[in-house]
């Protein structure tokens, strides 16, 4: 059973750099798109992109041009960089595998909380 | 754009829960999901491809479509089901949305 785990800085101030990791515990190797989304608090759940096992990425429009997606197979680790932060990107941040054939996400970490403020 | 009612189901345990998802325009039903979510915790899928139970959901949930109206049903409801529901869309042009949401709290 494939278990996720996001890490982060918990605070970040405006403008500068937020990372995130999650490390997956289990098949990383498979073929799989490995998925950000977050979740601003009391408010609805945002797909931030994907990361594949071929190294193939792909960004929300609505963010595409701030973040990063990124994979370390040899740490089984994926990673979310986000630039320019404002208070809007303050949120609870999940990763979560995509099932190609359900074409749903099938495993979520537990998140890990942002907050966005100086 | 997903529009999830109502806001709020106000019921007792061992009721019937009906959940609405409404899609703006005609969606494919292949690629319609619904999750759980409970306060602090991760989404857990439930459904995916409108109907189909993921692994592990107990046959008290139950996906239906007609035409662009989507519903999950909860045929008797236990004290663990209270929680949030959002139904989920994915489109091969790589766009994938999320309604609103549903809570599912005791009345």
């Known amino acids: 059973q494939v278990r996720l785990q996001e890490s982060g800085p918990g605070v970040v101030n405006p403008s500068e750099t937020l ?16 998925n950000w989304l977050r979740q601003p608090a009391g408010g609805r759940l945002e797909w931030l992109g994907f990361v594949c096992h071929n ?14 997606l990124s994979r370390d197979s040899s740490r089984g680790q994926v990673s979310l960089e986000v630039r320019s932060t404002t208070p809007a990107d303050t949120a609870v941040y999940f990763c979560a595998r995509w099932n190609v054939a359900w074409r749903a996400f099938d495993v979520w970490g537990r998140g890990t909380r942002v907050t966005v403020s100086s | 754009v997903l529009t999830q009612s109502p806001d709020t ?26 999750y759980q979510q409970k306060p602090g915790r991760a989404p857990r899928l439930l459904i995916y491809g409108a109907s ?9 949930f139950s996906g239906s479509e ?3 109206d989507f519903t999950l049903t909860i045929s008797r409801l236990e004290t663990e089901d209270f929680a949030v529901y959002y139904c989920q869309h994915y489109r091969e042009s790589l766009m994938l949305n999320f309604g609103g949401g549903t809570k599912v709290e005791i009345k």
């Open chain 1, 19 to 34: 990372s995130l990791t999650c490390g997956v515990l289990g098949d990383f190797l498979g073929m799989y798109c490995w």
């Open chain 1, 55 to 68: 190294d193939y990425t792909y960004n929300n429009p609505s963010v595409k041009s701030r973040i990063t």
């Open chain 2, 9 to 34: 189901l106000s019921l007792s345990p061992g009721e019937r829960a009906t959940l609405s998802c409404r899609a703006s325009q005609i969606v494919d039903s292949t690629y319609l999901a619904w």
């Open chain 2, 52 to 60: 189909s139970r993921a692994t592990g959901i107990p046959d008290r």
């Open chain 2, 66 to 68: 007609s035409g662009t």
